[in-house]
């Protein structure tokens, strides 16, 4: 299993372009997530999916949006990109056993917005 | 809502010493705990976790984790410390949304740790 995979691995924007980010998982877990890392801050969820065709908000969901049209893939939209977007994106997926859940990371998306 | 706290936010500790890297959460129920291991460039890789039963967690890389209810502390522990260990650290609470669906996952500031040879 290559677990979850995200492209690209780095990215320069300029002010109002737009990209999406994406985010693979190939263990058929139901439970898709969407964090920024700021430095000193730990990780913000963004946005979350717990099944195909399900999405909801998480804590700094503004200026971006989701879909997950597959149990595979949950890709990232940055519509009009802003400089308080630079970050480091992670994906993760999961899933439950018994209400017990455990998230497992991609290797992150850097991402800068000059 | 839950929250974590990491107090240290860094920490420096010679090759071959102890180690332990606090963690304290608030949580009205008993929480779902997590470390997580970031090292520079990578993601995030999963040290240990705590659901129930055992309050001693043993994971990966020698670490262990000890749940204390009545300090409402998840701290990771390592006996001993190699140069490999130098990264960032993140403790995390999970617990069930209202509507049972998923997980709010909360994340600590993390922890550096530093290793002098």
């Known amino acids: 299993n290559a677990g979850v995979t995200q492209t690209p691995k780095f990215r320069i924007l300029k002010i109002g372009q737009s990209m999406t980010l994406q985010c693979t998982q190939d263990?058929?877990?139901?439970?898709m997530y969407w964090y920024r890392q700021d430095p000193g801050m730990g990780l913000k969820l963004i946005y979350y999916s717990v099944g195909a065709g399900i999405t909801d908000k998480g804590e700094v969901p503004n200026g971006y949006n989701v879909s997950r049209s597959t149990t595979e893939d949950f890709p990232l939209r940055l519509e009009l990109a802003a400089p308080s977007q630079t970050s480091v994106y992670f994906c993760a997926s999961s899933y439950r056993h018994r209400r017990q859940e455990t998230q497992y990371f991609g290797p992150g998306t850097r991402l800068l917005v000059l | 809502a839950q929250s974590v706290t990491q107090p240290d936010i860094h920490i420096t500790v010679s090759e071959g010493a102890s180690l332990e890297l606090r963690c304290n959460y608030s949580?009205?129920?008993?929480?779902?705990l997590f470390w997580y291991v970031q090292s520079p460039g990578q993601g995030l890789q999963l040290l240990l976790k705590?659901?129930?039963?055992?309050?001693l967690v043993q994971g990966i890389k020698g670490f262990e984790a000890e749940f204390k209810r009545s300090q409402s502390s998840f701290n990771l522990r390592k006996p001993s410390v190699h140069w490999s260990d130098a990264a960032e650290y993140f403790c995390a609470v999970g617990a069930l949304n209202r509507d049972n669906y998923g997980q709010n996952f909360v994340f600590g500031p993390g922890t550096r740790l530093s290793v002098l040879p």
């Open positions: 949580y009205g129920a008993t929480p779902y």
């Open positions: 705590y659901f129930s039963g055992d309050t």
């Open positions: 263990m058929n877990h139901n439970y």
